[in-house]
């Protein structure tokens, strides 16, 4: 028996979705975004004048970077405590909406903190907020998953706290917020997205209602994410962001694999982008992946249904469409900081979703295959 969830209460799409904020029923809007973006193109203050149009009394938490970590929640907690929301509203890209989730249930339930939460876990469920995601990235499938990812620095590792009182109860998906992405992050978030599909299609978890989900976000992204990328319609933005949010949809039921646990030991360490180190390890990881005889009967069919010879391949070759690099070496990790730190990398490589890869890992497999994604060596 297997119970399946999809989202929260609901998912708003299409072009001017934000609007949905004028209809919220709260009265105290706590709204948690990034850095200067937000501001800089508009967002933030069209929130504003919808809240202020109905008579909602609102503060702003911004300046959450990417990789946010244990500090920057605590410090929403307290922001929280002082303003006591009814509502809360992140909005961004995956960064602020993670922390966010987490500094939501932390305020509900006091008792809980990054010293005890490891152990004693998440409660399955918030008590009185009402939690909004607003991505204006297309990538990390946040807005309707139960998993917040927060960097635990003492640890040089980013852990993903799970639990269904993370997941949004409004997810809204407005095309309209993702144009003005820069090249970069259009294709590191989009990678991303990938990443979570093709490890969810290659799951030994995988069913029938999730299998539809992630094949057809993978095969919608194969096609509309170079169009998102280089001609930046708000067609294809609009296809990117809904396909990402199906990827989201369909890993939160089923599972990852390693090429995240990998992403979460790198970026733990040295601060690069997520979907950028997915990006990157995705190749590597699908044709180790593909040793196993029932991943390669996956990805035969897939490669069939996208046109093309293999998978594999055609990854590589989307990477390079993006810009992509092709190692971690050539996305500036220097080979004296690699080797240096190479031991905690492996350790680190081996925890998190690299436990539910399709072939089990080991210490020996998990060194050669750091240091072919490392040296490029494919």
Do not use: W
Request: aromatic share 8%.
């Amino acid at each position: 028996m297997k119970t399946l969830k999809l989202n929260g209460d609901k998912v708003i799409t299409g072009k001017g979705a934000l609007s949905y904020i004028k209809e919220l029923k709260g009265k105290r809007i706590f709204i948690a975004t990034g850095g200067r973006s937000m501001f800089k193109n508009g967002t933030i203050d069209k929130m504003k004048a919808m809240l202020e149009e109905s008579g909602k009394e609102y503060v702003i938490m911004s300046g959450i970077k990417k990789n946010p970590d244990t500090d920057i929640v605590n410090k929403g907690v307290l922001e929280m405590k002082k303003f006591s929301p009814d509502t809360v509203i992140a909005v961004g890209g995956g960064s602020p909406i993670d922390a966010a989730k987490v500094m939501s249930v932390f305020y509900e339930y006091p008792e809980l903190s990054f010293d005890n939460v490891l152990k004693s876990g998440l409660p399955e469920n918030r008590k009185t907020i009402e939690f909004i995601a607003v991505p204006t990235t297309s990538g990390t499938g946040t807005e309707v998953t139960k998993v917040a990812v927060i960097t635990f620095k003492e640890r040089s590792l980013k852990i993903g706290l799970k639990s269904n009182a993370l997941i949004p109860d409004i997810a809204i998906l407005d095309p309209e917020l993702t144009m003005s992405m820069p090249d970069n992050i259009v294709a590191e978030t989009g990678m991303d997205a990938l990443t979570h599909g093709l490890e969810c299609y290659i799951n030994h978890n995988l069913d029938d209602f999730t299998e539809c989900l992630t094949r057809g976000a993978i095969q919608g992204l194969f096609k509309y994410l170079p169009i998102s990328y280089k001609e930046k319609t708000i067609d294809s933005r609009e296809k990117v962001h809904n396909y990402q949010s199906m990827a989201g949809m369909a890993f939160d039921n089923v599972g990852l694999g390693m090429d995240h646990g990998i992403a979460h030991a790198f970026g733990g360490k040295y601060d690069l982008g997520h979907g950028l180190l997915n990006g990157i390890a995705l190749p590597y990881i699908i044709k180790f992946n593909s040793k196993n005889p029932v991943v390669k009967e996956k990805l035969d069919f897939l490669s069939k249904s996208l046109g093309v010879v293999d998978i594999v391949e055609a990854i590589r070759d989307l990477n390079r469409a993006l810009n992509i690099p092709a190692s971690f070496k050539e996305a500036g990790i220097s080979e004296a900081d690699f080797y240096n730190n190479f031991e905690g990398l492996v350790e680190n490589s081996l925890r998190g979703s690299t436990r539910s890869n399709p072939i089990k890992i080991n210490k020996e497999d998990m060194e050669k295959i750091l240091k072919d994604i490392y040296e490029g060596h494919f």
